[in-house]
DNA sequence: CTTAACTTTTGACCTAAATCAAAAAATCAC
DNA sequence: GTGATTTTTTGATTTAGGTCAAAAGTTAAG
């Protein structure tokens, strides 16, 4: 649990008691390449943090699914709004590859932000640097082609896009996989 | 500023004291249409919450002004990682209309995180919604025509979509303002 | 008012990327 | 390992929306 209370450490001084109650209410798992962790048909309830391996935030757009984006080691996943607001939302979560991750329950979060006021800065400052990322993403999604789109998207994921299939790439950026494919042929 | 405090309170309750806090370290200006509050070559260090008026957030491509996003009545305002991180970045903040503005410094907003817990949840809480309109707004602009795009505008802009030029819209979308004004004329 | 300076609209033409289709390559299951 | 399924590549064609250019409308300043 090393890597997971270093998460925090980053943001935050964990305290003994913290550890405490972290270590009592996070559960682990592992799910296979292509298991499913979130289904759209239900409120998400559970956010992981992934110890080892990819998983896949997406949704369904006409029959086809869209990534919205991936998570790898040392990022907290859910179904954002679903988790947050309690309730129903578009977005279904599974594996790309084999991950284990702990699991926290909403309600327990809700103890803990009820109980250590710094997980409350942890929250704040944690969602601060997701902000930017999010902020920045829609800024390279305007004005730019499909290849400066990919070459964005490479820097960002840097160290993982290799990982990441194609056609899960593709509808990520907002392309077609044959475009994409053409662009990774050219160069 | 009761409008102000409302803000707070549609997230926390907002004690005498805190209240007291804040009125000490808000102060109240008012911009004209076209004024500048903010520049990429300074590090934001203000933010503002806007009583009346509207502002647009925007960044230069290729010497083009793109519209990042609008903040109307009771929406906070800065340039998020400029403010956050306390480094430059690349947006300008400018007022569409005559503005009515309270300003919080940051080093003041520090203060209030550090002295009143409960603004630590607030903070939480308000960027969990904004949160879920920039995931919202990343998934409609993939895979979705310039028309969808300009609807999803309406819809999430609705009430003040007709108070910021067409041209502002069209970049904020990623679309050209000669495809926006057909879209317009078609309907 | 009147002129100047933007903003929006309209028209003609062009191009990046979508679509459709099928082959090739990689991965999986037994 | 072998056939089946999935993923990626390649090719031909189409199209939504971009670019360029100019006219029409609107707003602002003196």
Redesign the interface.
């Known amino acids: 649990m090393t890597e997971f209370f270093n998460h925090f450490g980053q943001y935050i001084k964990v305290s003994a008691q913290l550890k405490e109650e972290l270590t009592k209410r996070i559960t682990f798992k592992t799910f296979a390449k292509g298991e499913m962790l979130h289904s759209a048909d239900r409120i998400c309830t559970k956010s992981y943090f992934i110890q080892k391996g990819l998983l896949r935030i997406y ?1 369904l ?1 006409d029959g086809r699914e ?1 990534s ?1 984006y991936f998570s790898c080691e040392g990022d907290w996943t859910n179904s ?2 679903s988790f ?2 309690h309730k129903l939302d ?1 977005y279904y979560i599974d594996a790309i590859e084999q991950t284990d991750v702990y699991i926290l329950e909403v309600h327990d979060l809700m103890f803990l ?1 009820n109980n250590f ?1 710094e997980m ?2 942890y ?2 400052l944690s ?2 640097s ?3 990322y ?2 920045e ?3 390279s ?3 730019t082609t499909a290849k400066e789109k990919y070459e964005h998207f490479c820097e960002v994921y840097k160290g993982i896009y290799h990982r990441i299939p194609l056609g899960m790439v593709a ?1 990520y ?2 392309i077609t996989q044959e475009t994409l494919s053409r662009i990774r042929a050219e160069k």
Do not use: C, D, N, Y
Request: proline share 6%.
């Open positions: 949704f757009k869209v919205e954002p709004r947050i607001q578009l932000f006021p409350e800065r929250a704040r969602m601060g997701t902000f930017g999010l902020i993403r829609i800024t999604m305007r004005f509808s950026l907002g």
